[in-house]
């Protein structure tokens, strides 16, 4: 009986009417492999994953081998980013199996959960060197039944190697602000310099990375250059706004089609970072175009926001996204058809074809091929008349690409990536001076105290079907804690500040390891597993230990909390052997360890919003990613807001020494250029 058709993830749901016998992740799967006394097949991915799509066609869907992993297995069904703890954990024993990880992942498992063969996708024959699925299993179930005792004594040696791997590691030494120099030096060395991004294709957005070398002046144009040539690629969605997961070219031509949360979230703000720091309108621009997107198709009508979307539309791997010629010239005409081609890279044939569906045949992920500068002088035309015309033609083409079948979207509303969502538009509402970003930003604060707060405070992870569930882990507090910071430097409102202040007790008390000095990714009430995680390197999102330390860096700068400052110096200390060796997988610890040694700068406008207009404009303009930044109506019970009148005054200080408060747009311009000029 398969058991996932009242299941909250939509990953799980997908997978109801195979003829697999599911279980969702639980004790009661387990107690069946052990009344049966059979090994536990699980398998994870996410709903957004195109070779999981594969593997369940491949496979799950299929009688036989269902009927084969029902006769010998208790199968067990895990959406990776409904239990991120459970996916951690098992994906350590498959990298340390195999060498590497990703999705979907296989994992076989005793009855007690000790994980003993794994892998990531296997076909349903032998090919591409891999072995098949039914083989694999075939190779399982009998080493269960005549080499138990030796698989048991793996499975033991593998779970060990698992615990220790994952034991939080004593400090190795200081963090210190020289260090700084030297990360961005271990990242130059694996710049492109000429298609931008870090190594070879595959390439990743790695926002976290560009946040770093946007605080550092020699790594600034390694940033800007990798945001414009994104810009230009398929990973940008050049109708619709927004990024694609990754691309799997170098050039950024040709993405891996789904588009995360996360992804679209994180950009926003480094692109927004980048606008502040170039004054360049096309960041600006493209933050507008992702929050757009997010609005549109990702943002639920109570004020939450899903997850992703699939790469995949009627089993075909970006047909939603991709074009013919023929198809752009039936909406446009030819003339204009012709134009937006020659712009977008649409051409025969195209860059794109999907292996799987081959007989779709070869279409074309647009992408700036023919810049507006060159098109003008083509055209005899200004860039301004170039692209007001090329905004209409897209808008047409967008509208009749919304009239096509779209692919899945993942419903669940997932708290840390909501707190990655909140800061971007709270962030978007301060710098570019749009009070509707604001109220999304609000109204998204409002549905995780709605929907996902518990009464103690504490927060729940995952909200699908009407309900909230899974225990609330690490990311989920800090990451939602980190964009009430961000509401309230966009909208001053101080309620949204102290419950960061009240979320980072709950953090400090639940996921803290006093002993090594790191947090650690679920807490003490969180169901037992076989280690507990305490990462730090940035997958796709910011690392909890990242999280944790720029929570705990707003801590002290806000509320002069030195113990919080202390607990940020030591978890990166933890880390410091791994972010020299690998700079670009810890980006957001080197942006915590820029604003550890950043200059302790507070930035407050103190008024009504009509008083405090003219000087917010000009901060809008101003990159200062570390200043303990108040906006607000009156005083408060913040050192930066104690004993100080309002008016529409604002108060410079560096270091607890001010500057004279000032009300002149240009005093205050001076002012903020020099902080910004002095690190920040």
């Known amino acids: 009986m398969n058991r996932l058709g009242q299941e909250s993830s939509p990953y799980l749901r997908q997978h109801a ?39 369940a066609h491949e496979s799950f869907e299929d009688e036989a081998t269902a009927g084969y992993m029902n006769a010998h297995f208790v199968n067990v069904k895990v959406d990776r980013e409904e239990r991120p703890d459970v996916d951690a954990v098992y994906m350590a024993a498959t990298q340390a199996l195999t060498g590497q990880g990703g999705w979907p992942m296989t994992v076989f498992l005793t009855p007690d959960g000790a994980p003993f063969y794994a892998g990531t996708y296997f076909p349903p024959r032998d090919g591409h060197g891999l072995p098949s699925f039914t083989r694999v299993m ?135 970072r980048a606008y502040q720091l170039s004054g360049d309108p096309a960041f600006a621009q493209a933050a507008r175009a992702a929050l757009e997107y997010l609005r549109r198709e990702m ?35 030819d003339a204009e058809g012709e134009l937006l081609c020659r712009h977008l890279g649409i051409a025969e044939p195209g860059n794109f074809l999907d292996p799987h569906r081959p007989e779709v045949g070869r279409r074309s992920v647009p992408f700036v091929a023919l810049p507006v500068p060159d098109l003008a002088l083509d055209l005899r035309q200004t860039e301004g008349e170039v692209t007001a015309h090329l905004d209409a033609l897209k808008a047409r083409l967008l509208a009749a690409r919304a009239q096509r079948p779209q692919p899945g979207t993942d419903d669940k509303v997932l708290t840390s990536w909501n707190g990655l969502a909140l800061a971007a538009f709270a962030d978007a509402a301060r710098i570019l001076r749009e009070p509707e970003y604001l109220e999304v930003a609000r109204r998204n604060a409002a549905f995780i105290e709605d929907h996902l707060a518990l009464p ?57 390891n006093e002993e090594a000095g790191v947090f650690m990714a679920s807490g003490g009430r969180a169901e037992p597993l076989l280690a507990r995680q305490a990462p730090g390197f940035d997958s796709a999102v910011l690392s909890e230990n990242a999280a944790g330390a720029l929570l705990a860096l707003w801590m002290h700068r806000y509320f002069a909390d030195e113990a919080a400052e202390g607990m940020a110096r030591r978890t990166m200390n933890a880390f410091r052997g791994d972010m020299l060796a690998a700079a670009s997988g810890f980006g ?35 990159f200062l990613p570390f200043a303990a930044l108040a906006f607000t109506e009156v005083g408060g019970d913040l050192p930066v807001l104690q004993d100080r009148p309002g008016d529409g005054r604002g108060y410079v200080c560096v270091h607890h020494t001010c500057d004279l408060p000032t009300t002149d747009p240009g005093v205050f311009r001076a002012q903020l250029d020099r902080v910004a000029g002095g690190g920040q």
């Open 299 to 333: 943002l639920t009508p109570d004020g939450g926001f899903f997850s992703a979307q699939d790469a995949d539309t009627g089993g075909v791997e970006g047909l939603t996204f991709t074009w013919t010629p023929a198809e752009v010239r039936d909406v446009l005409g």
């Open 17 to 55: 009417d195979n003829p697999v016998a599911w279980w969702p992740w639980g004790e009661e799967a387990f107690r069946e492999a052990r009344e049966r006394d059979v090994p536990v097949l699980l398998s994870v991915g996410y709903s957004t994953c195109h070779w999981c799509h594969v593997m």
């Open 588 to 622: 957001g610890l080197w942006l915590a360890a820029a604003f550890l040694h950043a200059p302790h700068t507070e930035v407050a406008i103190i008024g009504t919003p009509d008083e405090r207009a003219p000087l917010e404009e000009v901060a809008a303009g101003v």
């Open 138 to 272: 075939a190779s399982v179930e009998r080493a269960w039944r005549e080499e138990r005792p030796k698989l048991l004594g793996n499975a033991e040696a593998l779970t060990e190697h698992v615990r220790e791997a994952s034991r939080p590691r004593v400090a190795e030494g200081e963090v210190d602000a020289g260090l700084l120099e030297r990360a961005v030096g271990n990242l130059r060395r694996v710049f492109d310099e000429a298609l931008g991004g870090f190594g070879g294709a595959p390439k990743f957005p790695a926002p976290t990375t560009l946040d770093f070398l946007l605080t550092q002046p020699t790594g600034r144009l390694m940033a800007l250059h990798t945001l414009r040539r994104m810009l230009a690629g398929g990973l940008h969605d050049q109708l619709g706004g927004g990024f694609h997961r990754y691309s799997v070219d170098e050039a950024w031509r040709v993405p891996h089609f789904e588009k995360m949360l996360y992804d679209n979230a994180q950009l926003t703000r480094t692109l927004l």
């Open 456 to 512: 103690d405070g504490t927060l729940r992870h995952t909200w699908g079907g009407g309900q909230a569930r899974v225990e609330g882990l690490m990311e989920d507090h800090a990451l939602y804690a980190l964009g009430l910071v961000a509401l309230f430097q966009a909208g001053g409102d101080l309620t949204h500040l102290h419950r960061a202040r009240e979320l980072w007790g709950v953090v400090r008390r639940d996921f803290w």
